[in-house]
């Protein structure tokens, strides 16, 4: 692998490689990246891989290697504390509890002795504590030079030393978002890369669909409101200008989220378009908003700050005309509701031409690598989806010794999965496999429903300690069942990747159905539909492929190391039932099977 990514980056090639788990393939980029002497930007699914990557890997590598290659790491702005806006924020005084009053006494002690300002260091303030967004900026109310903190901005510091470094180690939604912003042309953060690393890249279709969005979310709209409040306070007379424009969005956004509570979660707009009060309440904000722009645009050159709130004023509303014109056809016009807000979003139906766009302006050698990009051994999904014509492709099989160190157990007399007591049937079938292998499970389902069944289902079944996804934040969960020795976890979605559990703690994985991608996805039911209208299988060229991927993806949280052994129990009779279960079988690791319980029991003896 380390040759193949050598050979991309001296001759500028696309690479696709797929390295399954244990293979090294860290080291196999990380090794020609430092000694091919150019600018090298290296992407990871995560902000955790990240950290992981340059305050571990990275040192270990540059030390062997004796490299002398500068290196920096580089976080989205909202990860560094901003200055201008703990000052507001400490001004201000507003606190919604006595506990964010001590967490920024917190934030302005460690203020004063961080060298990065990157939060990841003030571990003590959760990742999703409400005062965070108060003390970070965004694009949106970023000063830029007209801040008076910008000497000591913490983002300006890190983006120098990215410009500088011969090594960059981003995150992928850091990635995106800067091309997205050098496609709209503005000065990016990460200018000339000879060439560009994405690891954990079968993330990346998904991701780049996030940032060829156009969003607007009633957050943005509040923060808005908020932002052109918070500036009043230093020019004198703008609050009476102000005051009867703001009120009248922040009254809007609530109403327009009331009118939005009988309808699903997540659809396309067209469903919620025709309803009348939805539209009534839409009308409504659009003026509140062109409203609250107009009186902007008369205080903007007031202070620097107005002049900024103003700019997003009007972005905002051209941004929300679009988003409400439901004739637009190259893209998918859909909202979502969160328990207190809504996002309305419109996604490029296909991301191919815009991808090969950034590729063909960066003239860099691209290399994308994962354990977890080929279907049957072939990488047509992934290539088709992100634009790539004539990769070079390179496959490498896990090291591991699968015939010893697994089992794959497809139990039988399983119902179809459509079946009503579907759930119920996978826990009679899973509780004498977790009895043989004394707990140290994994349990992942498809869906939060089967999730929540199963976790009503099993206190009284098993004697074993269980977590459930949703009880606490994942890396707690992890954290509590790595030091049971005999828990069992219960997880959806986000367990399904990016789990890392070696030894002893885990060794069994239960899958309860294929992971076909819900119905209930607009830009997915649209592209299917796209895909349909050219001619092509929906279900055979994109959902079976899909579903291959994550299938994989959550089979490779078994085996991690080569000292791991155990089961991987696979619930869903279609694997052997329906024509297509083959393929799904054969792009697993080489598993030993068996349909017999007799084996479970005596692997685990």
Not at 314 to 336: C, P
Not at 445 to 468: I, K, N, Q, W, Y
Not at 519 to 529: E, G, H, I, K, S
Not at 571 to 585: A, H, I, M, V
Request: include cysteine; charged fraction near 25%.
């Amino acid at each position: 692998m380390a040759e193949a990514v050598e050979e991309a980056i001296a001759d500028r090639q696309i690479l696709v490689a797929e390295a399954g788990t244990g293979t090294g393939k860290t080291f196999a980029y990380l090794v020609p990246a430092l000694m091919s002497g150019k600018r090298v930007i290296v992407s990871t699914g995560t902000k955790t891989l990240q950290d992981q990557l340059f305050h571990r890997d990275l040192p270990r590598v540059r030390g062997v290697l004796g490299a002398r290659v500068s290196a920096a790491l580089l976080k989205g702005r909202a990860n560094y504390l901003c200055l201008h806006r703990l000052d507001q924020a400490v001004q201000e005084g507003r606190f919604t509890s006595r506990d964010q009053a001590s967490q920024l006494h917190a934030i302005r002690t460690w203020a004063q002795r961080t060298a990065s300002g990157d939060r990841g260091e003030l571990a003590e303030i959760a990742e999703d504590s409400s005062l965070w967004p108060r003390v970070t900026s965004t694009t949106e109310n970023c000063l830029g030079s007209d801040c008076p903190k910008f000497t000591d901005c913490f983002v300006v510091k890190a983006r120098r030393a990215a410009q500088e470094a011969d090594i960059v180690v981003v995150n992928h939604h850091l990635l995106f978002a800067d091309l997205a912003i050098k496609q709209e042309g503005f000065g990016e953060i990460l200018p000339g890369a000879h060439a560009f690393i994405l690891d954990e890249a079968h993330q990346i279709p998904e991701l780049a669909g996030q940032f060829f969005s156009v969003t607007l979310s009633a957050r943005q709209l509040n923060e808005l409101a908020g932002d052109a409040l918070a500036e009043c306070a230093s020019v004198s007379g703008a609050l009476a200008a102000l005051q009867p424009v703001i009120d009248p969005v922040n009254a809007s956004v609530k109403r327009l989220r009331l009118a939005l509570d009988r309808f699903p979660a997540k659809g396309a707009f067209i469903q919620i378009e025709s309803d009348r009060d939805v539209l009534t309440e839409l009308t409504q904000l659009r003026e509140a908003l062109d409203a609250l722009a107009r009186v902007l645009e008369q205080q903007a050159d007031r202070s620097r700050g107005l002049a900024s709130v103003s700019e997003r004023a009007t972005e905002q509303a051209s941004r929300l005309s679009h988003l409400t014109d439901g004739s637009a056809r190259d893209s998918v016009h859909w909202y979502e509701l969160s328990p207190h807000g809504f996002a309305f979003h419109a996604t490029p139906l296909d991301l191919a031409p815009p991808l090969r766009e950034l590729r063909a302006q960066s003239r860099a050698a691209w290399i994308f690598t994962s354990a977890t990009l080929s279907v049957g051994g072939h990488f047509t999904h992934f290539s088709r989806q992100l634009g790539l014509d004539d990769p070079v492709e390179l496959c490498l099989d896990s090291p591991f010794d699968f015939k010893t160190q697994a089992l794959a157990y497809l139990p039988t007399g399983l119902p179809d999965p459509s079946a009503i007591d579907y759930v119920d049937r996978v826990v009679d079938a899973a509780v004498p496999v977790l009895e043989a292998s004394r707990g140290r499970a994994f349990l992942l389902f498809t869906s939060h429903r089967a999730l929540r069944r199963a976790a009503e289902l099993l206190p009284s079944r098993v004697p074993f300690p269980l977590f459930v996804q949703g009880t606490a934040p994942r890396n707690r969960l992890l954290e509590a069942f790595r030091a049971s020795g005999n828990g069992v976890l219960l997880g959806a979605a986000s367990f399904w990747e990016g789990v890392d559990v070696a030894g002893e703690a885990l060794s069994v994985v239960v899958i309860d159905k294929l992971p076909f991608a819900a119905p209930d996805d607009p830009v997915l039911v649209a592209r299917l539909d796209a895909l349909r209208d050219t001619g092509g299988n929906p279900f055979t060229d994109w959902q079976i492929p899909a579903a291959v991927i994550a299938l994989k993806q959550g089979a490779g949280r078994l085996i991690r190391d080569v000292h791991d052994r155990g089961v991987l129990m696979l619930c869903d009779p279609r694997l052997t039932s329906r024509g297509y279960g083959k393929l799904f079988l054969a792009s697993l690791p080489p598993l030993p099977r068996t349909r017999d319980f007799a084996d479970v029991a005596a692997f685990f003896r």
